[in-house]
């Protein structure tokens, strides 16, 4: 996963800015669909003007950003349906720490809220950023807001899993031994 995670980095933020620039999320962001999504869970966004920073097209990247995470969280959970990638999931569940699993878990979905808040919810804390480094830190963070989807994203499939996957085991241990107990009261009488 480092290894994945190093090599989407080097690759991936880069060709995510350069993806983002491309003026076709201008009509993405005007469908019909992909608006009354955002408007749900990036409201921030609609209020924003296609030129809010000079020379940079904020509310195309933005829009980029968004899609790209809804994509990746979409896939994600399609990831789900294939066998080879729950069996993977599951044996990292099984074989890896779970402290640590849940530990890295919460810290990736708070650097994760945390950027999203800041990004599509509330525009006080990006003013502010945006008022100290004169904007500069505004499109790093969106451009590296699908790095920590990615992340986030399959962590949360890992620790979705294996928590399913504990409680339906000890879900069907107590109905087993409340079976056998019924049984043997019933042998009894």
């Given at each position: 996963?480092?290894?994945?995670?190093?090599?989407?980095?080097?690759?991936?933020?880069?060709?995510?800015?350069?993806?983002?620039?491309?003026?076709?999320?201008?009509?993405?962001?005007?469908?019909?669909?992909?608006?009354?999504?955002?408007?749900?869970?990036?409201?921030?966004?609609?209020?924003?003007?296609?030129?809010?920073?000079?020379?940079?097209?904020?509310?195309?990247?933005?829009?980029?950003?968004?899609?790209?995470?809804?994509?990746?969280?979409?896939?994600?959970?399609?990831?789900?349906?294939?066998?080879?990638?729950?069996?993977?999931?599951?044996?990292?569940?099984?074989?890896?720490?779970?402290?640590?699993?849940?530990?890295?878990?919460?810290?990736?979905?708070?650097?994760?809220?945390?950027?999203?808040?800041?990004?599509?919810?509330?525009?006080?804390?990006?003013?502010?950023m945006m008022s100290l480094q004169g904007g500069g830190g505004?499109?790093?963070?969106?451009?590296?807001?699908?790095?920590?989807?990615?992340?986030?994203?399959?962590?949360?499939?890992?620790?979705?899993?294996?928590?399913?996957?504990?409680?339906?085991?000890?879900?069907?241990?107590?109905?087993?031994?409340?079976?056998?107990?019924?049984?043997?009261?019933?042998?009894?009488?």
């Amino acid at each position: 996963m480092i290894m994945s995670a190093v090599g989407g980095a080097i690759v991936g933020i880069p060709l995510a800015f350069f993806v983002a620039l491309l003026p076709i999320w201008d009509y993405v962001g005007e469908f019909v669909l992909i608006k009354k999504l955002n408007t749900l869970v990036a409201p921030g966004i609609e209020g924003i003007p296609y030129k809010e920073l000079p020379d940079f097209p904020l509310k195309r990247v933005l829009i980029a950003m968004t899609s790209m995470v809804e994509l990746l969280f979409l896939g994600n959970v399609f990831a789900l349906f294939v066998r080879k990638i729950r069996r993977h999931a599951l044996l990292v569940w099984i074989c890896y720490d779970r402290k640590k699993l849940l530990h890295y878990f919460s810290i990736s979905g708070l650097i994760f809220g945390a950027a999203w808040y800041i990004l599509f919810i509330n525009w006080n804390v990006l003013a502010f950023m945006m008022s100290l480094q004169g904007g500069g830190g505004v499109p790093y963070l969106a451009v590296l807001l699908p790095m920590m989807a990615f992340v986030f994203g399959h962590l949360a499939t890992i620790v979705g899993l294996g928590l399913y996957r504990d409680a339906s085991r000890k879900l069907s241990r107590m109905a087993a031994s409340r079976l056998a107990s019924r049984k043997t009261r019933a042998a009894t009488a």
